[in-house]
């Protein structure tokens, strides 16, 4: 991609997502007009408004952002390591075996720590058994079967995803009454707890930062293992740190706002389409697409019918299924 192109892409997805962070800051049970909120954002206006904003809008807000940027970012990362643009961490188990972990943590009355290193567990133990049980040449190192697994790995992660569903079935129908309310609406996606000066903005530093670092490595992989080899990528290296960075993104996403799909599917995708597959402009587009995705769908979640809130995953997965089918009926190519 020419440099003037990226920065015209980079450029147009920050406004998208200071736009959409701006209207979440403004909109609500009661909205707020937009010199006002500037007033409040810079120090000038101190009123019942202003701890609305400040309190409870702007962490939601960035958190949602966080969150949304996290898991664009593992979806883009899945997608190159399984050159299948149909991988993300919804269809390929992750989000629910982070789920699994995070809730069997919640059941068990476990730290918020101790929930991370859970949904963690799960997320990896998630990529690895799709890995192994749907990809010979991760197995065996060759790409002369890649061509043929792009449906089996498919499979692989939606009975995998299947499974996980499950457990958290029976976990929900063991949980204590005064528990299961609170677990159900985490589940369905809800930031309405988020903490956006944590956990979720340092995350999406740390991932993206990471994987800034490897996306020279991960454009020579994009052509397949064998080509990456001859040019002296360590495959085996990249592979890694990508199941790391997937799972710890994920984690970190559903820990905070619940199990959300469809996020990780879309964005790539979409960006690749527009800005195309040079990993170096596509990983940082995605986090701030990622992020003005889900929090604008967070922000129609709770303003939609206010003071009633939707579930944010309810709401992505509205807007998700149809792209999703879209996505199949054209049959992308791979990435």
Same mark, same amino acid.
Not at 68 to 74: D, F, S, W
Not at 118 to 124: F, H, P, Q, R, T
Not at 252 to 278: Q, Y
């Given at each position: 991609?020419?440099?003037?192109?990226?920065?015209?892409?980079?450029?147009?997805?920050?406004?998208?997502?200071?736009?959409?962070?701006? &209207?979440?800051?403004? +909109?609500? !049970?009661?909205?707020?007009?937009?010199?006002?909120? %500037?007033?409040?954002?810079?120090?000038?206006?101190?009123?019942?408004?202003?701890?609305?904003?400040?309190?409870?809008? @702007?962490?939601? *807000?960035?958190?949602?952002?966080?969150?949304?940027?996290?898991?664009?970012?593992?979806?883009?990362?899945? /997608?190159?390591?399984?050159?299948?643009?149909?991988?993300?961490?919804?269809?390929?188990?992750?989000?629910?075996?982070?789920? &699994?972990?995070?809730?069997? *943590?919640?059941?068990?009355?476990?730290? +918020?720590?101790?929930?991370?290193?859970?949904? %963690?567990?799960?997320?990896?133990? !998630?990529?690895?058994?799709? @890995?192994?049980?749907?990809?010979? +040449?991760?197995?065996?190192?060759?790409?002369?079967?890649?061509?043929?697994?792009?449906?089996?790995?498919?499979? &692989?992660?939606?009975?995998?995803?299947?499974? %996980?569903?499950?457990?958290?079935?029976?976990?929900?129908?063991?949980?204590?009454?005064?528990?299961?309310?609170?677990?159900?609406? %985490?589940?369905?996606?809800? @930031?309405?707890?988020?903490?956006?000066?944590? =956990?979720?903005?340092?995350? #999406?530093?740390?991932?993206?930062?990471?994987?800034?670092?490897?996306?020279?490595?991960?454009?020579?992989?994009?052509?397949?293992?064998?080509?990456?080899?001859?040019?002296?990528?360590?495959?085996?290296?990249?592979?890694?740190?990508?199941?790391?960075?997937? +799972?710890?993104? &994920?984690?970190?996403?559903?820990?905070?706002?619940?199990?959300?799909?469809?996020?990780? #599917?879309?964005?790539?995708? *979409? $960006?690749?389409?527009?800005?195309?597959?040079? /990993?170096?402009?596509?990983?940082?587009?995605?986090? =701030?697409?990622?992020?003005?995705?889900?929090?604008?769908?967070?922000? =129609?979640?709770?303003?939609?019918?206010?003071?009633? /809130?939707?579930?944010?995953?309810?709401?992505?997965?509205?807007?998700?299924?149809? $792209?999703?089918?879209?996505?199949?009926? /054209?049959?992308?190519?791979?990435?």
């Amino acid at each position: 991609m020419r440099p003037g192109k990226a920065a015209r892409g980079l450029v147009l997805a920050l406004l998208i997502a200071v736009v959409a962070i701006l &209207t979440a800051l403004a +909109s609500g !049970s009661e909205s707020i007009p937009l010199d006002h909120l %500037w007033r409040i954002l810079t120090g000038a206006a101190v009123d019942v408004h202003s701890d609305v904003v400040l309190g409870l809008r @702007l962490p939601r *807000a960035l958190s949602a952002f966080a969150c949304g940027g996290l898991l664009a970012i593992a979806g883009a990362l899945m /997608q190159v390591l399984l050159r299948n643009p149909l991988a993300d961490p919804y269809v390929l188990g992750l989000a629910g075996g982070a789920g &699994t972990g995070a809730l069997a *943590a919640m059941l068990a009355g476990l730290s +918020s720590a101790a929930a991370l290193g859970s949904a %963690w567990a799960g997320a990896l133990i !998630s990529v690895v058994l799709v @890995l192994v049980f749907g990809s010979n +040449s991760f197995r065996t190192g060759s790409a002369v079967t890649e061509a043929g697994e792009p449906l089996r790995l498919l499979l &692989t992660g939606v009975a995998l995803a299947t499974g %996980w569903a499950a457990l958290i079935t029976l976990m929900l129908a063991l949980a204590p009454d005064a528990r299961l309310r609170g677990m159900l609406f %985490w589940l369905m996606g809800d @930031l309405d707890a988020a903490d956006a000066l944590g =956990l979720p903005l340092l995350g #999406l530093a740390v991932v993206l930062g990471i994987a800034m670092v490897l996306a020279h490595e991960l454009n020579v992989l994009v052509r397949g293992a064998d080509f990456a080899r001859a040019l002296g990528v360590s495959v085996e290296r990249v592979r890694l740190c990508v199941l790391l960075l997937a +799972s710890g993104a &994920t984690a970190v996403a559903v820990t905070t706002a619940g199990t959300v799909g469809f996020v990780g #599917l879309i964005v790539p995708n *979409a $960006v690749r389409l527009l800005a195309g597959n040079d /990993q170096r402009v596509l990983l940082p587009i995605c986090a =701030l697409a990622g992020g003005a995705l889900l929090t604008a769908a967070d922000t =129609l979640a709770r303003s939609a019918l206010a003071p009633l /809130q939707l579930p944010v995953g309810a709401v992505i997965a509205v807007l998700g299924v149809p $792209v999703f089918i879209g996505l199949l009926a /054209q049959r992308r190519p791979r990435p």
